[in-house]
């Protein structure tokens, strides 16, 4: 199973602060979002990504602690075991 | 006025050892606003030995919601000798001293600091200050918006960096919402994790809490 986990604005959203999914073949941390939205049946995903499907620069997502932008970005694959964060951070002080 | 009697009630709590490693002890409070002028009043009260702070702003009346160390005589004066002014008016034995400059790539942090508190209100200038912290040095990074806010600590050579868990991030548009209990809330969590960290205690060391006001929810994410 994969470890969805929600903070912050994401979990108010969506009313949850956790989700497993099974691991699918071959699937990225974009393609898990978009089955992650068809599971719950709530859009989040406006919050995530633009228009293009590019990552929205205020929101992090992290796979086993590492950032994706460190990674492949929307690429980066999945596995079994695999712990998702999505974690829009405070700004100001 | 003998330290046993004015730290009578936190010596209670933490006994004459530990209230003698806090006097002992020196911390850059990066940003005295919304966050860095609650922590440095806890702090002095609590009776550190040595504050630096850092800042270059002055004040204004949008600061007055939350900033408690300034008031509406203050608008317009450099924060940081009316910072100064008040927390030397709180504890006299606190040491003060201030950088009054734009934390950026060229900042540099004075040699006698090994513990610092985030408290600034923007990605760049946090990415900055880490860049310029000395291995082995612990970084406590607070930061909020609205009824969200997050306290994390990391240390310098051990930890992930700051800039490599908030990438990408981009400062929101405009003026960020934050509230006089908001701030104060965060504040108070930056400095409890401070003092542990004096203490040799860090309690969120490589774990994001994450605080939501709105529904009083706390959270913890490993990084």
Sequence with gaps: ???????????????????????????????????LQQQIKTPFLHKLLDEDGEPILGTIIMVNRRNIHHLEKLATPIQDSDV?????PGAGG | MSATKRYNRQILHWGDERQQQLGAATVLVAGIGGLGATVSELLTRAGIGKLYLADDGRIDWPDLNRQLLYNESDIGHPKLGIARQRLQQINSNVKV???PQRIN?????????????????????????EAALATGSFLIHGGIEGNQGQVLT?????????AEIFAGTQQPAGEIPVTGAGATLLASYIV?????????QP?????????????????????
């Design chain 1, 84 to 88: 998702v964060a999505l974690f829009p």
């Design chain 2, 105 to 129: 790539h060229s900042f540099q942090i004075p040699a006698d600091i090994s513990i610092i508190a985030d408290c600034l209100d923007n990605f760049t200038s946090r990415f900055d200050l």
């Design chain 2, 97 to 99: 001293e201030l950088l």
């Design chain 2, 154 to 162: 990391l240390q310098k050579g051990k930890s992930q960096l700051l």
């Design chain 2, 203 to 223: 309690q969120l060391l490589n774990r994001l809490l994450i605080i939501s006001l709105s529904d009083l929810h706390l959270s913890f994410l490993e990084v």
């Design chain 2, 192 to 200: 409890n994790e401070v003092i542990n960290t004096i203490f040799g």
């Design chain 1, 1 to 35: 199973m994969i470890k969805i986990q929600f903070y912050s604005l994401i979990r108010l959203l969506l009313k949850q602060e956790k989700l497993e999914l099974p691991a699918h073949d071959n699937e990225n941390v974009g393609q898990l979002l978009q089955r």
